[in-house]
T-cell receptor, first 112, second 113 residues
Framework: DAKTTQPNSMESNEEEPVHLPCNHSTISGTDYIHWYRQLPSQGPEYVIHGLTSNVNNRMASLAIAEDRKSSTLILHRATLRDAAVYYCILRGNNQAGTALIFGKGTTLSVSS | DSGVTQTPKHLITATGQRVTLRCSPRSGDLSVYWYQQSLDQGLQFLIQYYNGEERAKGNILERFSAQQFPDLHSELNLSSLELGDSALYFC????????????FGPGTRLTVL
């Protein structure tokens, strides 16, 4: 499986944008980039996914490098509720219906 | 609310005992996954069921077993419990296809004393 590298931790202030990086230099052409997050004492939740083009949804934006070897999850205005562990996960389209492989993720702290 | 329910929320038991954790997937989801999260191991996949059949196994101990019933709910059975089995156990469900988003339940916190 292609691996991802994320910083262990990041800090942000409330109402400021947050850019969470993920490196995946061995990504294959059919790998989707997924982001999940886990709030304290809760189960992981899906955030966003993309293949080649940048993606936006109500929670976040995903910016994918042109060579696809890295991506960035963007929270446009961090809130205290965004403090969580963020996981960047690659999944090939032949991996639909298989388990998610979680790394250590990035622990995001948000200060008021 | 993900639509996935898990019971009980907390479970405290003694070493050597057996417990059963229950998961009800989102309506329409055929796949159920079980994950274990401990402080030192992070989130690890245990086992997957699809429409009643075992689909894949991860790092599941022989003392652990699971099943998925005709109504698609699933149970994870943990036996001969050891202190090291203390962890959060999450169930997730998905409908399949691409991107196959998984929806996680709130988890069961198991404490083995």
């Amino acid at each position: 499986d292609a691996k991802t590298t994320q910083p262990n931790s990041m800090e942000s202030n409330e109402e400021e944008p947050v850019h969470l990086p993920c490196n995946h230099s061995t990504i294959s052409g059919t790998d989707y980039i997924h982001w999940y997050r886990q709030l304290p004492s809760q189960g992981p939740e899906y955030v966003i996914h993309g293949l080649t083009s940048n993606v936006n949804n109500r929670m976040a934006s995903l910016a994918i490098a042109e060579d696809r070897k890295s991506s960035t999850l963007i929270l446009h205005r961090a809130t205290l509720r965004d403090a969580a562990v963020y996981y960047c996960i690659l999944r090939g389209n032949n991996q639909a219906g298989t388990a998610l492989i979680f790394g250590k993720g990035t622990t995001l702290s948000v200060s008021s | 609310d993900s639509g996935v329910t898990q019971t009980p929320k907390h479970l405290i038991t003694a070493t050597g005992q057996r417990v059963t954790l229950r998961c009800s997937p989102r309506s329409g989801d055929l796949s159920v996954y079980w994950y274990q999260q401990s402080l030192d191991q992070g989130l690890q996949f245990l086992i997957q069921y699809y429409n009643g059949e075992e689909r894949a196994k991860g790092n599941i101990l022989e003392r652990f077993s699971a099943q998925q019933f005709p109504d698609l709910h699933s149970e994870l059975n943990l036996s001969s419990l050891e202190l090291g089995d203390s962890a959060l156990y999450f169930c997730a469900s998905s409908v399949g296809g691409v991107p196959d988003t998984q929806y996680f339940g709130p988890g069961t916190r198991l404490t083995v004393l």
